[in-house]
């Protein structure tokens, strides 16, 4: 089991004690020499169950390891289950299902948790578990096109969550954009420019049906090549001016792009462009290496899915031998004209983030990239010989509506969702929260109504408006005159919280450095948006209770200053976890709700 970085709470000590009790039952048994001890560091858990009415935390030691030492899997947990209860806090252990062990924990084991949270704040549950070992996060790398789309949008909180996620956690992370600034598309962007170019200068009246694209975002990109040159490309050859617009329209649409991201509160570390790695000589080289290992040939490719009758010719290509690393067929690499494949870029690419030191990569693609990983991954496995590892998180489709009702698509935007529209109509925080509160291989419907609606229902202004409650609760001790000047380290006194929902809140303060933790394993920012969720949801249950109809339950009772104290070290452990939590998801902790 390891144990977290941080000894923040009654974790470690918990773990330890497990893992001891462990070693006790293999010891005593007829366990062959092998890995267990090595699974016994690595893949027992200790986690909150499902439901809370089985027990604060539970343990898979049995279900992983019983069969290891040669033992049944209920036999082991019913074992460990006598052995747990009367240290570390544990009053008592049940063994529940085919071998979990279910543990129930008195309230006085989650008091230190409370101050080391108030003593940490927003750094509360920050661990050194990542090592310092370096990460690659890629995401967004929108080809530069036209402004990002709603779609885009998830992609780059997921990526901007996950890299802050994984920073959070002691890695050391690098936010990267890969610029698509090569290939017909880049082309086509030029062509589609030119054409905007020659309606400014009155010589078309309109854009053509297909095949470029119609956004008037680029008429502005147009009219500022107009007017540099005052027309001399109207009526010049296309070799004579598409490379000057293929250059306009990238720098213009990377423009765009980055004024969307910046409004999001994302910034990369690093900007890599496709077309410098090729002019570099990089797809050379890597399909260089992978000639070497003689892990390429020319063959005929199999027939792509969705090719019928005469739309696909078979030809001899030259191809990697991907299926000798988990893939479904070998790829192609060089297209009949003599040009590389897109995919020869991306191993390149990928190649590339290896040789700088990434041996850890993650990229976040759409969901019409689904088919496409396995290749990239065979290819980094290739080159890397197998050092290195891709993990591909994909994001499912936004659909917009407004009360229900799809959102009308703008011509001015080409047909699409803009992010920029979006986030004007909603703002940051709310786009970047509910944009994490499903996970990111789900569709996702986001209503603007619902998302500016401020009720318990709009879990991003139920979250914020915990923090802000607990804000305005420390305000109000200040300018109380009975309770100023209340020393909350000296004053508290949690052991007197023993009211269910406080012990709850305590639980939940104490566990976040493990749910932090178990997130980062996962590379799953959406878990903390639930946690801060079920955290708000908790507290706001208390405190209505206190206002309402249990007034013992009050936070601020001037008669009572041991458990006021008591109460506000709570609310402020739980105000640091909210903080920590929001931090990672780049939404802004409220002071106060306007």
């Given at each position: 089991?390891?144990?977290?970085?941080?000894?923040?709470?009654?974790?470690?000590?918990?773990?330890?004690?497990?893992?001891?009790?462990?070693?006790?039952?293999?010891?005593?048994?007829?366990?062959?020499?092998?890995?267990?001890?090595?699974?016994?560091?690595?893949?027992?858990?200790?986690?909150?169950?499902?439901?809370?009415?089985?027990?604060?935390?539970?343990?898979?030691?049995?279900?992983?390891?019983?069969?290891?030492?040669?033992?049944?899997?209920?036999?082991?947990?019913?074992?460990?289950?006598?052995?747990?209860?009367?240290?570390?806090?544990?009053?008592?252990?049940?063994?529940?299902?085919?071998?979990?062990?279910?543990?129930?924990?008195?309230?006085?084991?989650?008091?230190?948790?409370?101050?080391?949270?108030?003593?940490?704040?927003?750094?509360?549950?920050?661990?050194?578990?990542?090592?310092?070992?370096?990460?690659?996060?890629?995401?967004?790398?929108?080809n530069p096109t036209g402004p990002l789309h709603v779609g885009h949008g998830r992609g780059a909180v997921l990526g901007d969550?996950?890299?802050?996620?994984?920073?959070?956690?002691?890695?050391?992370?690098?936010?990267?954009?890969?610029?698509?600034?090569?290939?017909?598309?880049?082309?086509?962007?030029?062509?589609?420019?030119?054409?905007?170019?020659?309606?400014?200068?009155?010589?078309?009246?309109?854009?053509?049906?297909?095949?470029?694209?119609?956004?008037?975002?680029?008429?502005?990109?147009?009219?500022?090549?107009?007017?540099?040159?005052?027309?001399?490309?109207?009526?010049?050859?296309?070799?004579?001016?598409?490379?000057?617009?293929?250059?306009?329209?990238?720098?213009?649409?990377?423009?765009?792009?980055?004024?969307?991201?910046?409004?999001?509160?994302?910034?990369?570390?690093?900007?890599?462009?496709?077309?410098?790695?090729?002019?570099?000589?990089?797809?050379?080289?890597?399909?260089?290496?992978?000639?070497?290992?003689?892990?390429?040939?020319?063959?005929?490719?199999?027939?792509?899915?969705?090719?019928?009758?005469?739309a696909w010719v078979p030809r001899p290509q030259l191809l990697f031998r991907a299926s000798r690393f988990g893939d479904d067929?070998?790829?192609?690499?060089?297209?009949?004209?003599?040009?590389?494949?897109?995919?020869?870029?991306?191993?390149?690419?990928?190649?590339?983030?290896?040789?700088?030191?990434?041996?850890?990569?993650?990229?976040?693609?759409?969901?019409?990239?689904?088919?496409?990983?396995?290749?990239?991954?065979?290819?980094?496995?290739?080159?890397?010989?197998?050092?290195?590892?891709?993990?591909?998180?994909?994001?499912?489709?936004?659909?917009?509506?407004?009360?229900?009702?799809?959102?009308?698509?703008?011509?001015?935007?080409?047909?699409?969702?803009?992010?920029?529209?979006?986030?004007?109509e909603v703002g940051p925080d709310v786009f970047r929260f509910l944009m994490l509160m499903r996970r990111p291989d789900a569709?996702?419907?986001?209503?603007?109504?619902?998302?500016?609606?401020?009720?318990?229902?709009?879990?991003?202004?139920?979250?914020?408006?915990?923090?802000?409650?607990?804000?305005?609760?420390?305000?109000?001790?200040?300018?109380?005159?009975?309770?100023?000047?209340?020393?909350?380290?000296?004053?508290?006194?949690?052991?007197?919280?023993?009211?269910?929902?406080?012990?709850?809140?305590?639980?939940?303060?104490?566990?976040?450095?493990?749910?932090?933790?178990?997130?980062?394993?996962?590379?799953?920012?959406?878990?903390?948006?639930?946690?801060?969720?079920?955290?708000?949801?908790?507290?706001?249950?208390?405190?209505?209770?206190?206002?309402?109809?249990?007034?013992?339950?009050?936070?601020?009772?001037?008669?009572?200053?041991?458990?006021?104290?008591?109460?506000?070290?709570?609310?402020?452990?739980?105000?640091?976890?909210?903080?920590?939590?929001?931090?990672?998801?780049?939404?802004?902790?409220?002071?106060?709700?306007?």
């Amino acid at each position: 089991m390891t144990a977290p970085a941080t000894a923040d709470g009654p974790l470690p000590a918990l773990r330890r004690h497990v893992a001891e009790a462990v070693r006790r039952i293999v010891s005593t048994s007829a366990a062959p020499d092998g890995d267990w001890e090595q699974l016994l560091q690595r893949s027992v858990t200790l986690s909150p169950p499902r439901d809370p009415a089985h027990g604060d935390l539970a343990t898979n030691a049995s279900l992983v390891l019983a069969k290891r030492v040669g033992m049944d899997p209920r036999a082991f947990a019913g074992r460990l289950a006598d052995a747990l209860p009367g240290a570390a806090g544990i009053t008592s252990a049940e063994p529940a299902g085919p071998g979990f062990v279910n543990l129930r924990i008195a309230p006085s084991a989650w008091i230190p948790a409370l101050r080391a949270a108030v003593a940490a704040g927003a750094d509360y549950g920050r661990s050194a578990m990542g090592e310092a070992k370096p990460v690659n996060v890629e995401f967004v790398s929108a080809n530069p096109t036209g402004p990002l789309h709603v779609g885009h949008g998830r992609g780059a909180v997921l990526g901007d969550a996950m890299a802050a996620l994984l920073a959070f956690a002691g890695f050391d992370v690098t936010r990267e954009y890969y610029v698509n600034d090569a290939g017909g598309q880049i082309d086509q962007l030029a062509r589609s420019i030119h054409h905007r170019y020659r309606m400014a200068a009155g010589v078309e009246e309109s854009m053509p049906g297909e095949g470029l694209y119609p956004g008037e975002y680029l008429a502005p990109v147009a009219e500022g090549e107009l007017a540099a040159d005052g027309g001399e490309a109207v009526a010049a050859a296309e070799d004579a001016w598409l490379e000057r617009f293929r250059k306009a329209g990238i720098r213009e649409m990377m423009k765009l792009i980055d004024r969307d991201l910046e409004r999001l509160g994302i910034r990369f570390d690093v900007f890599v462009s496709e077309r410098d790695l090729r002019d570099a000589g990089r797809v050379d080289e890597a399909v260089t290496v992978l000639e070497q290992r003689d892990l390429v040939y020319t063959g005929v490719p199999p027939r792509p899915k969705g090719a019928a009758g005469e739309a696909w010719v078979p030809r001899p290509q030259l191809l990697f031998r991907a299926s000798r690393f988990g893939d479904d067929a070998d790829r192609p690499l060089r297209r009949a004209n003599g040009e590389w494949t897109y995919f020869a870029g991306d191993l390149a690419y990928h190649f590339d983030k290896y040789r700088r030191g990434f041996r850890q990569q993650i990229n976040v693609w759409g969901a019409d990239h689904g088919g496409y990983a396995k290749r990239v991954r065979a290819g980094l496995a290739a080159l890397s010989g197998e050092a290195a590892g891709l993990d591909v998180k994909f994001c499912q489709l936004v659909r917009v509506t407004r009360a229900g009702q799809p959102v009308r698509m703008s011509k001015r935007d080409g047909n699409i969702v803009t992010l920029e529209s979006v986030l004007r109509e909603v703002g940051p925080d709310v786009f970047r929260f509910l944009m994490l509160m499903r996970r990111p291989d789900a569709p996702l419907d986001f209503d603007l109504s619902e998302a500016v609606r401020q009720s318990k229902d709009n879990p991003v202004y139920y979250v914020q408006y915990a923090h802000a409650r607990i804000c305005s609760v420390f305000r109000r001790v200040a300018e109380h005159g009975e309770l100023q000047g209340l020393e909350v380290d000296t004053e508290a006194e949690p052991t007197i919280l023993t009211d269910p929902r406080e012990v709850a809140l305590m639980r939940e303060v104490a566990l976040w450095p493990e749910q932090v933790e178990a997130a980062a394993r996962a590379r799953e920012p959406h878990r903390i948006a639930f946690q801060l969720s079920e955290l708000a949801a908790r507290y706001h249950a208390l405190w209505t209770a206190g206002a309402r109809g249990e007034p013992s339950l009050r936070t601020l009772l001037p008669d009572d200053r041991p458990r006021t104290a008591a109460r506000l070290l709570l609310a402020g452990a739980v105000r640091a976890v909210l903080r920590a939590g929001l931090s990672i998801l780049g939404v802004t902790p409220a002071e106060e709700m306007r």
